[in-house]
């Protein structure tokens, strides 16, 4: 078990490679299997994340609560038409990809769960829109997604990447943190850049509750994916500009891990705090559920 994200480091130093490359070797010994075997499985998992993003901007449907859907093909017609955006066209494109992947899970559609269904579209959203940009292959987005798996195991490890036991910052913060570090690694970034976008990341999103609208994972999760996305792209950006985590990676994660444990019950994904007792979040309930 890879307890930390200095291990993380460590690792890719002593193989003198990429966190995702070092990543790769560490999970073919542990399952006793080739690294092209690994490589191969990641690949499948990237396959249907552009999949799920592709369905979700070309063929939108209304989530099966109704409260979502659409929105993600509104902004990627926005973003295209719009010559002058505020966030710039690589954001935009990368939440409208993110959003898009949320609303397919809203719709039951197939997704990969990265790390969870709720924090969905955060990941594919960002490394699709780097592909996009550096004309990246499918090979090297399935090492970035390794380095996304080790920053993702170190964080369930020292914190968790369950709404329920932790709040969204444990979910789409999570999410964030892994895009970041493998968009970092993508753009030729060092294994100490990655960590400090991983640390900027959660510092970002200490304390974001988990509060889902009638207990469905469409709002306000889908523009939290959106949140998640952009916040995944700055940051990386700063730590590629060498700006430093005052606290290091480690420690933050721990700190999010006792946040989430201090969080009441009610803000974490029970539905009984937050938006979901909002005057419009029960009659919303009501109208779904009869409730």
């Known amino acids: 078990m890879i307890g930390s994200v200095e291990t993380l480091i460590q690792l890719a130093h002593d193989n003198n490679s990429s966190i995702g490359r070092a990543m790769i070797k560490y999970e073919a010994n542990l399952k006793q ?9 990641m690949k499948h998992n990237w396959h249907v994340m552009k999949e799920s993003i592709q369905t979700g901007i070309q063929e939108p449907k209304k989530s099966k609560g109704g409260l979502i859907g659409g929105e993600a093909r ?31 899970n809203a719709t039951m ?51 968790s990447v369950s709404g329920a036991v932790g709040g969204c910052q444990a979910e789409c913060g999570a999410a964030s943190a892994m895009a970041a570090a493998a968009a970092v690694e993508l753009r030729g970034g060092t294994p100490e850049q990655a960590g400090e976008a991983c640390a900027m990341v959660i510092k970002n999103v200490m304390g974001l509750v988990c509060d889902p609208v ?36 480690d420690e933050v ?32 309930n009501k109208k779904i559920f009869g409730e």
């Open 33 to 41: 299997i080739s690294e092209a075997d690994v490589l191969a499985q």
């Open 74 to 104: 509104k902004l990627h017609d926005y973003c295209a038409a719009q010559p002058n955006l505020l966030s710039g066209a690589n954001i935009v494109g990368a939440v409208s990809y993110a959003m898009a992947v949320a609303e397919v």
């Open 109 to 159: 559609g197939r997704i990969v769960a990265c790390p969870t269904a709720g924090s969905c579209g955060i990941v594919p959203g960002v490394l699709k829109k780097i592909q996009e940009l550096d004309d990246l292959t499918d090979e090297q987005i399935a090492e970035a997604l390794m380095t996304c798996a080790g920053f993702g195991m170190v964080i369930a490890h020292k914190a």
């Open 214 to 249: 009638a207990g469905l994972v469409e709002v306000p999760c889908a523009k939290r994916n959106a949140l998640g996305a952009s916040l995944a792209m700055v940051m990386a950006d700063m730590a590629l500009a060498d700006v430093k985590s005052v606290i290091p990676v």
């Open 253 to 284: 994660i721990t700190a999010m891990g006792a946040v989430g444990r201090s969080l009441p019950e009610t803000l974490r994904e029970t539905a009984r705090g937050g938006l979901a007792v909002t005057p419009t979040g029960l009659a919303l």
